[in-house]
């Protein structure tokens, strides 16, 4: 069963744009509290990066991204959004969505995740 369905990633120079966007396909995504956006690295665990509830009241960035990303939903799609602005080579990593039915920046607490989309970025 698929939960979630991530796409947008790709190929870019620094300082490019992407949007990346993500899915809910099951009941149990569609139905979760909060959405978040983790990045992995190989040979790395998962890093937080953005997270926001489906009602848009909480949104929290990791401080490596702030005023770089913006996390953005839309409940009629069921798909939040990650728009990523000024991209640095360190932001290459496959970018995961996850959902929970709790508002949190960690790992754990989120039991849903999608297989990932690969964002490189070329100095």
């Known amino acids: 069963q698929e939960d979630l369905s991530e796409s947008g990633g790709g190929l870019v120079q620094t300082g490019d744009s992407l949007r990346l966007s993500c899915t809910a396909t099951?009941?149990?995504?569609?139905?979760?509290?909060?959405m978040a956006w983790f990045r992995q690295v190989p040979g790395q665990e998962h890093t937080f990066v953005a997270a926001?509830?489906?009602?848009?009241?909480?949104?929290t960035y990791a401080d490596s991204v702030k005023g770089r990303f913006t996390m953005s939903g839309d409940n009629a799609k069921n798909t939040v959004y990650l728009q990523m602005n000024s991209l640095k080579p360190e932001d290459t990593a496959l970018y995961y969505c996850?959902?929970?039915?709790?508002?949190?920046?960690?790992?754990?607490?989120?039991?849903?995740w999608g297989r990932g989309t690969q964002v490189t970025v070329s100095s």
């Open positions: 926001t509830t489906w009602t848009g009241s909480r949104t």
């Open positions: 099951s009941e149990r995504t569609t139905s979760s509290y909060a």
């Open positions: 996850a959902s929970s039915h709790v508002f949190s920046e960690f790992v754990a607490s989120y039991p849903y």
